[in-house]
């Protein structure tokens, strides 16, 4: 018989108005990396954090070792030897490490026989013989707010270990890494496995499931399609359930035919409030026809280049030219009205008015225009016909259709109504910026066809994404920032994803 570390009988979890979870029953083996798919809200992360005592089950047990568990809070699970890396990491920036490592379990002494101290140096060589034996190396006495996002994840992973996690659940882990990096934490992801250790892997990327994982459970829509042995599932038979439909993942890419140059940018320099150059003297430009991507680590500037060819960062120096003209100095509207779209990051600080309807936001570019205004009077009856168009042109899911608040909608179907109200604009170029993050299969699909039709037509493209695969894919020239400057420009038929991910780390010769 298997062995069962964990077991989730008959699970249900409602929130209002929804069933996150229905009536869903899994089993994991001791020493097996287990991993759950699912859509945006199929209820991946709302069974994990059942498991991990953040919520409780409105119907269903859980056994752990055998034994029936009710966990009431995170400190509950951990006592079972349970751990969790969020996708979002909970560290103290100003503290070094170690000391995020042990807090909330600091090993206290008594110095004189009664004043309560923490010995560091102590901590310190504990911590680091704990990350060599794991091949998770830090320095102890770094701080948290000077290490990269890998060394981030690895504390992470050392919070666990040091809790003595037994099972160790892993949320979206790859989402920020370099390909490099993911290589390497998977490693040490079968290295957990083979020291004994039992892995849940939340992820949407069937490709390091097929690396690393055994089994994989299909959630969708809050219920349980099946349980598949990953040797055997082909990445299309996942794909497929998981979406509930045929998922194409190489849209067609016809040849680039490349037109004048649409978008220009000479010498830019870009600083921060902090007066920091944040974008350094860089240069390039997109043709009609053409995506030009830019990839690299989080945080080198790539963001910074977006706004300010958007008009949202001023530019310290250099010029921006789009058409032929001048728009270096020219206000937000000014470049929208002169032919900019522009899909941001941040897309519910500056991509939707979260209070607002959908009908309204989707009429953000257009409400100051005939027809949808006229001297100064909104026609809502306009507002309605378009709201509707783009619905069902971009299939945006709302519980009230074209009246529902946009901040009651998941980040998927925001990030269609963006998308959506971007491109019916057809202007001459538009900015893309992670524009598939945190989007399941299905989305990404949708989005990555709306792209290249764009470029079909016409369009000048800037695709700004962390998700290599995503530029390796779509791009037709790729430029690779580090620490704000262009290292590398080049067609990307002539870069290999390898190339890149290394001048992603600062090096110059790939």
């Known amino acids: ?77 951990a006592a079972c030897n349970i751990g969790m890396v969020h996708q979002h990491f909970k560290l103290v920036d100003n503290y070094t490490i170690a000391e995020n490592i042990v807090l909330g379990m600091e090993p206290v002494k008594k110095k004189f026989g009664f004043l309560p101290w923490v010995d560091m140096r102590e901590v310190n060589k504990e ?5 060599q ?25 050392l919070k666990m270990l040091y809790r003595k996690a037994e099972i160790m659940i892993f949320d979206e882990p790859t989402a920020v890494l370099t390909p490099q990096e993911i290589e390497y934490l998977l490693e040490i992801i079968d290295g957990l496995r083979k020291d004994g250790k039992t892995v849940i892997l939340i992820t949407h990327k069937i490709e390091e499931i097929k690396k690393i994982a055994d089994r994989c459970a299909i959630l969708l829509r809050g219920k349980l399609v099946d349980i598949l042995d990953v040797k055997t599932a082909s990445v299309q038979e996942m794909a497929n359930m998981m979406v509930g439909r045929e998922v194409d993942f190489n849209p067609y890419k016809s040849p680039a035919n490349f037109g004048k140059t649409i978008l220009e940018v000479d010498h830019l320099t870009v600083k921060n409030e902090n007066n ?32 300010a060819v958007a008009g949202m960062m001023k530019a310290a120096s250099g010029t921006i030219t789009l058409d032929g003209k001048d728009v270096t100095g020219a206000s937000i509207r000014e470049r929208a009205e002169a032919g900019i779209s522009y899909i941001p990051e941040d897309r519910q600080g500056t991509g939707v008015v979260m209070d ?26 306009k507002f309605r016909s378009y709201a ?54 299905g989305a990404i699909e949708m989005i990555h066809k709306q792209i290249l039709k764009e470029r079909d037509r016409g369009a000048a ?12 894919d779509l791009a037709d020239t790729i430029g690779v920032i580090y620490n704000g400057q262009l290292l590398q420009t080049a067609p990307a038929d002539t870069m290999t994803s390898h190339d890149v991910g290394r001048y992603m780390m600062g090096v110059k010769d790939a």
């Open 356 to 381: 607002f309807t959908l009908q309204d936001n989707l009429a953000l570019r257009e409400y100051h225009k005939e027809p949808f205004s006229k001297k100064g009077i909104l026609s809502f009856d």
């Open 276 to 307: 920091f150059e944040v974008v350094k003297d860089v240069s390039f430009s997109i043709r009609e026809g053409e995506i030009f991507a830019i990839a690299g680590v989080s945080g080198n500037g790539q963001t910074e280049i977006a706004d």
């Open 1 to 77: 018989m298997d062995e069962y570390v964990v077991e989730m009988r008959h699970i249900t979890k409602r929130f209002p108005g929804i069933v996150a979870n229905d009536d869903v029953s899994i089993s994991i083996r001791k020493g097996e990396v287990y991993a759950l798919l699912g859509e945006n809200g199929a209820g991946k992360s709302t069974l994990m954090s059942m498991l991990f005592g953040m919520y409780e089950p409105d119907k269903g047990e859980i056994i752990v070792n055998g034994k029936p568990v009710v966990f009431h809070s995170s400190n509950d699970a």
């Open 461 to 472: 493209i800037l695709l700004i994404s962390l998700e290599l695969d995503e530029i390796m």
């Open 133 to 157: 034996k794991y091949h998770l190396e830090v320095n102890p006495t770094d701080k948290i707010e000077d290490v990269p996002v890998s060394v981030r994840q690895r504390v992470e992973i």
């Open 127 to 131: 911590i680091q013989e704990l990350s």
């Open 388 to 441: 509707d168009e783009l619905i069902e042109k971009y299939d945006i899911r709302s519980g009230q259709g074209r009246e529902t608040i946009v901040r009651s909608m998941s980040g998927g179907n925001q990030q269609k109504a963006i998308v959506g109200r971007e491109i019916e604009e057809h202007t001459p170029l538009i900015i893309f910026v992670q524009p598939t993050r945190g989007l399941d299969i």
